[in-house]
């Protein structure tokens, strides 16, 4: 069973430009979770999806940011006009449906590391 | 308001057990406290979780005390790939993972 994949693993965009980051689920995983590691600090929670819907994206900031985990295929993380600052690792996680509600037990993936030149 | 305090740094010598704390002074019945860690230039890998009673698994054993105001992790032989920063959650069953700064574990040759 593979793992949670996410591609490009690094990925380079000068400023202006946008950057596409793929994350796709461990099979029959329905929950996506994207988080954001700026150099040399924490994981920051950014976005929590289900197949065709954002349930949880108070860590989105407010503009250039968007995801979606469509019916068919990858979940996308898309950030418009790239700053310098947008440089950072992005890792996506997944989790199974669970029939207890909990969701503290994430698969993450090995990440895509984006520098803005 | 951090839920949890973890020690910032901590070495371990090769093989023997690695016992990392973690205070959760104001935890709620009904929240669970989860352990990940993430080796350098990794993605975080969930490790253990419990809510009252002690757990092992492959990985390492959870100690949750009866208060249940702290807990430890316990890696039983710590190995040189064991090195990585080792983050405990307190979260309810259906909230999303935060992680704080962790602790810092070294394992020494």
């Known amino acids: 069973n593979a793992g949670v994949m996410q591609n490009p693993r690094h990925l380079v965009r000068r400023r202006g430009q946008e950057a596409r980051l793929r994350c796709s689920p461990m099979k029959g995983h329905s929950h996506v979770y994207w988080y954001r590691q700026l150099p040399e600090e924490g994981l920051k929670f950014m976005v929590y999806?289900?197949?065709?819907?954002?349930?949880?994206e108070s860590g989105m900031p407010k503009e250039r940011f968007s995801a979606e985990f469509p019916k068919e295929g990858p979940s996308i993380l898309r950030i418009q006009q790239v700053v310098r600052g947008d440089s950072a690792a992005y890792f996506c996680?997944?989790?199974?449906?669970?029939?207890?509600?909990?969701?503290?037990?994430?698969?993450f993936g090995e990440g895509s590391r984006l520098t803005v030149l | 308001d951090a839920k949890t305090t973890q020690p910032t740094s901590m070495d371990c010598a090769e093989g023997r057990a690695a016992n990392l704390p973690c205070n959760h002074s104001?935890?709620?019945?009904?929240?669970?406290v989860y352990w990940y860690r993430q080796i350098h230039s990794q993605g975080p890998q969930y490790i253990i979780h419990?809510?009252?009673n002690n757990e092992t698994n492959e990985m390492a054993s959870l100690i949750i005390t009866e208060d249940r105001k702290s807990s430890t992790l316990i890696l039983p032989h710590a190995t040189l790939r064991d090195t990585a920063v080792y983050y405990c959650?307190?979260?309810?069953?259906?909230?999303?993972?935060?992680f704080g700064t962790g602790t810092r574990l070294t394992i020494i040759p």
């Open positions: 999806l289900q197949k065709e819907n954002i349930i949880d």
């Open positions: 419990g809510l009252k």
């Open positions: 996680a997944s989790s199974p449906m669970s029939r207890t509600g909990n969701t503290g037990e994430l698969f």
């Open positions: 959650i307190v979260i309810l069953g259906n909230e999303k993972l935060t």
């Open positions: 104001t935890i709620s019945g009904n929240e669970y």
